[in-house]
């Protein structure tokens, strides 16, 4: 196996955290020395050992004179576990391999300097746009202060994401579905508009079949407080919590039912007397919620990219025709007047579910755009 493979199979170790160490990035690490892998681990959840620490932790012989290879920068300050950088030096690692420099300010290159001033030969840039893409969330949330937004719509190839009589029960097939559920198994929160709730009743809670996934931290954007106290979103068995998004408008008397609930309100008054989407965001970096999928209707979603808010879509199109001047969208509100002003997405892949397919692409770049 040369350089590429073994942080390939760091990357396989890191995707091994998805989900349980939000708001921690995905980090994996493996420790090769004569050529065989002698030691490797990742960070299995929030507050666990880190990855270089589990990768030591779980070494089959000495790794003192080996090579680690690690897709982020190891860390040189005190967080909720001991710096990595200090464990690399002191189990008298060689050299190291590592993918990108930690954006995090506390670190940002420190951990590799300490290895290099304790004589350490430090590498770094391998395989580094794989691991970017990697820790996406972790890079928006430690850099920009906000949770990563992925906006996901499902649609029928002649746009429409219900019929006009709004049915929308499926558009897609299984595969889609159980793809969503995979991402919702990941993300920290999910976020619906009040008119979803009224009109489908979700539980937004993640659903893999036997093997039961995480469920996100479940929003609803809701101004006047409409929720119905005995919707399905309230009333679930989920230990997952409920944040009402809403505004000063919400009934004061409803506010402490939904309370007595366990709902968990945040008000976000924006100028129309709507919910403020960029005021709602830094609450919820405040609550330590990186990442949010967007799950709304067409309104919510035209107000999200017109905040600014959404950072990567995911459009499903199933090859159905419903037709219906009157039948929703993805994207709802004015829209734009020339094709030249339509917002071009970034970095487009598409795969494909059954019969279904999967356009994704990114709305912002959380590197450069403010």
């Avoid at 967080?79 to 391999?97: F, L, S, Y």
């Avoid at 391998?126 to 996406?136: C, I, M, S, T, V």
């Avoid at 889609?176 to 559920?181: I, N, Q, T």
Wanted: charged share 25%; proline share 5%.
């Amino acid at each position: 196996m040369d350089e590429r493979g073994y942080m390939k199979r760091v990357l396989a170790l890191a995707k091994r955290g998805w989900g349980k160490t939000n708001p921690n990035p995905l980090v994996g690490a493996v420790v090769v020395r004569d050529g065989r892998i002698v030691a490797e681990g990742y960070h299995a959840r929030l507050g666990a050992p880190h990855a270089e620490a589990a990768a030591f932790q779980n070494a089959k012989e000495d790794v003192g004179g080996g090579t680690l290879y690690v897709n982020l920068e190891p860390c040189s300050h005190h967080g909720r576990t001991p710096p990595c950088a200090q464990a690399v030096i002191k189990r008298g690692i060689r050299r190291v391999v590592v993918a990108m420099e930690d954006p995090n300010p506390l670190v940002a290159g420190r951990g590799i300097r300490m290895l290099r001033e304790a004589g350490i030969d430090v590498t770094v840039g391998l395989l580094g746009d794989e691991a970017k893409q990697l820790n996406e969330i972790f890079v928006k949330h430690i850099t920009k202060k906000r949770p990563f937004v992925i906006m996901k719509a499902a649609m029928t190839l002649c746009g429409k994401i219900a019929t006009a009589a709004g049915d929308s029960k499926w558009i897609t097939g299984e595969k889609a579905r159980r793809h969503v559920h995979r991402i919702r198994d990941r993300v920290s929160a999910i976020m619906v508009g009040i008119g979803t709730v009224l009109a489908d009743d979700p539980s937004l809670t993640t659903r893999l079949g036997p093997k039961k996934g995480r469920d996100p931290v479940r929003i609803v954007v809701d101004s006047r407080g409409r929720i119905p106290l005995g919707s399905r979103a309230i009333a679930s068995a989920s230990e997952a919590g409920l944040i009402l998004a809403t505004t000063p408008a919400i009934d004061p008397g409803r506010e402490a039912r939904l309370v007595e609930k366990g709902v968990n309100i945040v008000r976000a008054e924006g100028a129309d007397g709507r919910v403020d989407l960029v005021a709602l965001m830094d609450a919820l970096h405040a609550l330590e919620i990186d990442s949010v999928l967007l799950e709304g209707g067409g309104a919510l979603n035209a107000s999200a990219l017109k905040a600014g808010i959404v950072d990567k879509a995911m459009v499903f199109v199933a090859p159905k025709l419903v037709g219906g001047a009157g039948a929703k969208t993805p994207v709802e509100g004015p829209g734009v007047t020339r094709m030249d002003d339509a917002l071009r997405l970034r970095d487009v892949a598409v795969r494909r579910f059954g019969d279904d397919i999967l356009v994704e692409g990114y709305v912002r770049d959380v590197y450069r755009d403010r």
